[in-house]
Each structure stands twice: as structure tokens, then as C-alpha cells.
């Protein structure tokens, strides 16, 4: 049985930083690959970025140079380092593996940037 729960999302002001957290249970992080997808209002889920056997990363562009992915493979979470947030990051943020498996969905978590 698979749990991915997401936490660390919240209101914060442009320029700020966040740090997300998907603490996993049921899938080996250090061995699959992991992503953060967002969805902001009225558009579609997105992948953002990319960890594959908690090494090599890939971001979509407009979050390049701004998020770094990441794991912690002792406690078996994935990270996403947000910095310089810009007001269209906001969104639902959920991870999940790449490509997504329906059944792992967890209830994401709101990250809101806004002055």
C-alpha cells in the first residue's frame, strides 16, 4: 500500500522560499523516480522537477535555477527547495512518481505566493 503525504506548503511573499516535504511509504524512494507536478488554478497538473534514483534532476523551465529536488533516503521523503517564488507558483503542489501512477495521489499541499 502506497502513502505519499506532502507537507510545508503555506502563504508566503514574492522573493520567499519554501520548503515542501512528500514523506513516503509503500515505494523506495532511492530506487524510483520521484517528481513534484503542480497545478495552478484552471490549468492543468505539470511536473516541475525531477529526481530519478535520488540522483540526476531535471526542472521544467520556468522553475529552473529557483527549485531544487532532492531526497533523504534514510528517512525515505523527497524535498523540493522553493526560493525566489514569484506570485505564478502558486499552485497545489503533489509528488508523485514519473511517469504518475493514479492510485498514489495524496492530497498535495497549497503553496500561495502573494504580497
Known amino acids: 500500500q502506497v502513502q505519499l503525504v506532502e507537507s510545508g506548503g503555506g502563504l508566503v511573499q514574492p522573493g520567499g522560499s519554501l520548503r515542501l516535504a512528500c514523506a513516503a511509504a509503500?515505494?523506495?524512494?532511492?530506487?524510483?523516480?520521484m517528481g513534484w507536478y503542480r497545478q495552478a488554478p484552471g490549468k492543468q497538473r505539470a511536473l516541475a522537477a525531477r529526481?530519478?534514483?535520488?540522483?540526476?534532476?531535471n526542472y521544467a523551465d520556468s522553475v529552473k535555477g529557483r527549485f531544487t529536488i532532492s531526497t533523504d533516503n534514510a528517512k525515505n521523503t523527497v524535498y523540493l527547495q522553493m526560493n525566489s517564488l514569484k506570485p505564478e507558483d502558486t499552485a497545489v503542489y503533489s509528488c508523485?512518481?514519473?511517469?504518475?501512477?493514479?492510485?498514489?495521489w495524496g492530497q498535495g499541499t497549497q503553496v500561495t505566493v502573494s504580497s
Open positions: 508523485n512518481t514519473v511517469p504518475e501512477l493514479k492510485g498514489y
Open positions: 529526481i530519478t534514483l535520488g540522483g540526476p534532476t
Open positions: 509503500g515505494i523506495i524512494v532511492s530506487i524510483s523516480t
